[in-house]
């Protein structure tokens, strides 16, 4: 069972940046797909970004593409997002999950263990 908790949330002028952090224990974190998703106030949870086992194995969500990277680095079991060119969209409690897979993927029923959540909050 993987824990994992988010960190590098707050607040930021629009256009500014902000990496996120989540870190994992538990099993083996070269093993999960790595995936985040954020909620905006009063709007469902959507998916973000998701990085596969190989690191090269990369999956945006189009609202993102271009602005946020996800990266992990497996030796300290942490995935990272950084978020470029910040919009007041971007406004939103933002969660790492994990999934027990091989490939990246958007759909957040496959992933089976998640964080508690980073608020980030873009000023216009």
């Known amino acids: 069972q993987a824990q994992l908790v988010e960190s590098g949330g707050g607040l930021v002028q629009a256009g500014g940046s902000l990496r996120l952090s989540c870190a994992a224990s538990g099993r083996t974190f070269s093993s999960y797909v790595m995936g985040w998703f954020r909620r905006a106030p009063g709007k469902e949870r959507v998916f973000i970004a998701a990085?596969?086992?190989?690191?090269?194995?990369?999956y945006y969500a189009d609202s993102v593409k271009g602005r946020f990277t996800i990266s992990r680095d497996n030796a300290k079991n942490t995935v990272y997002l950084q978020m470029n060119s910040l919009k007041s969209d971007d406004t939103a409690v933002y969660y790492c999950a994990a999934s027990i897979g091989t490939y990246a993927n958007s759909q957040a029923t496959t992933y089976s263990y998640w964080g508690q959540g980073t608020q980030v909050t873009v000023s216009s």
């Open positions: 990085i596969g086992r190989s690191a090269g194995n990369t």
